[in-house]
């Protein structure tokens, strides 16, 4: 059993600039800050995992985003309180929320795209996985791939031209290789913080335990799976998108969005809940603190389905584990993971044992840079209420051939180099 220790205590610096991370982490980047001032952002990270934030989040993630009065009924703490603990935690960047849509029922599908770039032409990349609209995610990654890490949602009966669109970006130049997952489901459960003293402000790791657990026979059980389809409209749609962006975004203004009244609103809020629209609520409290952390996509293949349920579940208990999705047409998940650097090689050996003693058949991995993130909701703009979702690969290939060929035709293309990352772990 291994425990972290995080709290490191220094003279506060008198002009120390206040941390605020933008949207979930430190504003500026580590190479322009002082060891010292290093340290105090740890330390002032930590400080707000007390057992009071402990508890709230704890109760939001069972009860429900919304109702603060509930949280706090079922805390026995003060609503005053809170309100202004969630308030603080939102303005600091260290509490985001929102909404996992349920995307089979929309017609939609998520795919996971590993686009390994071809030296020199790195910048186009992004462009041009941007093109067809239904990105969700873009992050540059390093490891199995060199290049870009997406996550898209695509019209189902589409499945197959996104596939088409993305070999005519490796024969354009742009990439020599792409790999692209279907996806399930996502699952973001929140870190358990039974693995946290917040009194000592520590986490234990306990990667004997975590093995076992994965290794141990898997139970034979049925999982549900989702139902395609649903009735909803563009209406529908903007509230998703809105909720997908904050989970606790109010009546008040999806009613003035949506030129309605706010008891319509509801209405249409409570039949999307109902009806499964809404497959999941998200707390994104980060764990640990950024300084010390990595963000890593892995893919573990199992040996069996039943090993990948009992995976599945044992995952969903780690306090590394952001988002679990299955991967359709396999026995494989893939499972975003945020740990501290330190403990890395303790993940790897874990992932070693499994695979020798059979339980998986094989991992991979890529490393994610936060300070290159961009994300935006799903595309609800492509949808119209008589004629479902748009998409159209030729479109698509003729705006891909005029980047490239703009890019080509570029002498003096300028060297921008980030300083202020703009970041998200969903």
Known sequence: MKVLQLQIRFPCKQNLEKFRPFPIFFRPYLSQIAPQEYLERINRFVSFLDPGNVKIATAMKKYGLRNLQLIADKTRIPRPTVHARVSRLEKEGLLRTWIHPNYAKLGLVRAMVLLTTKPGRELLAPEALRIPGYWLRLIRCMGECNGYYSTHAIPFGKRWDFEQYLEKIVASGIATRYRVLWLGEAISPLPDFSYYDAMKKTWTFDWPRWLQELAAKPLHTQRKEAQLGGGFDKKDLIILKELVKDGRTKLTQLARLLDMTVPAVKYRFDNLERSGFIREYVIDMLPFAPEISDLYEMVLDFKTREGLGHGERVLSTLPIVRTLSRVEGSNSIAVRMYLPRAEM????????????????????????????IRAQTFSYEFYEDNTGWRYDNLEYFEQLRRVSSAFDKEEDIQVTFQSSPVMSFQ
């Open 345 to 372: 090689n303790n993940l790897l050996t874990m992932l070693s044992a499994l695979s020798r003693t059979g339980v998986l058949a094989g991992f991979t991995f890529v490393m994610l840079d936060p300070m290159t």
